[in-house]
Every structure is written in C-alpha cells, then in structure tokens.
C-alpha cells in the first residue's frame, strides 16, 4: 500500500510541475488575443505595482497603451502584437547566471531572456518589485521601449539596492 501512495504522490507531483510550466508559459506568451496571467505578489509588491500603474506612459515606443485582459493594475499593454508589462512577478531564473545579457536603461536594470519565439523578455534587477516587459519579435531588435517605461519604474518601484 505505502508503494501505491508513493506511486500516486509521484503522479500528482509531475502533474502540479507540468501544469505550473503550463501556466509560465501561457504567463510568457498569453494566447494572442490580449490575455496576459496576472502575477500573484505580496501586498507590499503589490503596492509597488499599482504605483507603477498610475505612472506608465500612454505610449511606448511610440505605441497607444491598451488594457489587457483580465483588466489589473499589475499588466499594461502598448501596441499590436502587444508589448506587455507584467509587475510584480517572480525573480527571473535567468539572473541567478552570472553569464546572462542584461542591459541598464536611464539607471534601470534589465536582464534580458532571448525566448523561442524570437520575442525579448526583459525583467527588472535590483528593484523592490520585478517588472517584466515582454517584446514581441516585431519589436525585439529595439530596446528603445524600456527608455519610455524606465521612468516610470524609477519613480514607483523602489531600489533594492
């Protein structure tokens, strides 16, 4: 019986795993029609996101801004295919290489993540909240948008460091 437990708990453990990959990747990517997963963070980082929320530009990279669906103060969209902003994720896995590209936009941090579908994905370093803004490949040969959002971060997302 304990084998058949073990058996089953194994089971359950590589479902939950596959699922939450599942769920990272639809968080990267969404499904093309504005639909974004929205971060789960502390209330303290939470507090940080919704204050970055009053202050995003209305454009980016020359782009109107859009709401996102579901609708939260923690995403923002600009454009079509979407430059997405998500606030309040995780610590990206990328920035525990110390190989990794990053780039530093008006005194922002950014590691950046070259994903498969030729899209950037840029995630903030030393703040108090990690924001990440995801640029499709249409967009990914310009780093220009985060000139426009780094403001907005400085004023709203405290400096970890």
């Known amino acids: 019986m304990a084998l058949f437990h073990r058996v089953v708990l194994i089971n359950v453990s590589a479902l ?6 599942a769920a990272y990747g639809f968080a990267v990517s969404g ?3 504005g639909t974004v997963a929205v971060p789960v963070p502390d209330a303290l980082t939470s507090s940080y996101c919704r ?4 202050v995003l530009p209305q454009r980016v990279g020359g782009l ?4 996102l669906k579901p609708e ?3 995403t ?4 079509d295919p979407a430059i997405v902003l998500r606030c309040g994720v995780p610590r990206p896995a990328v920035d525990d290489d110390p190989g990794a590209d990053g780039v530093d936009v008006d005194q922002v941090g950014w590691s950046v ?7 950037l994905r840029l995630t903030t ?3 108090k909240a990690y924001v990440e803004v995801t640029l499709p490949k249409k967009y990914a040969a310009d780093v220009g948008p985060l000139t426009d959002l780094a403001g907005a971060v400085k004023r709203a997302v405290p400096s970890a460091l």
């Open 125 to 127: 370093t030393y703040r």
């Open 51 to 54: 204050a970055l929320h009053e």
């Open 31 to 33: 499904n093309g029609d």
């Open 76 to 79: 923002a969209g600009w454009g």
């Open 16 to 21: 939950a795993c596959l699922s939450a990959a």
């Open 72 to 74: 939260s103060d923690l």
């Open 113 to 119: 993540e070259h994903v498969a579908d030729g899209s």
């Open 64 to 67: 109107s801004r859009h709401d």
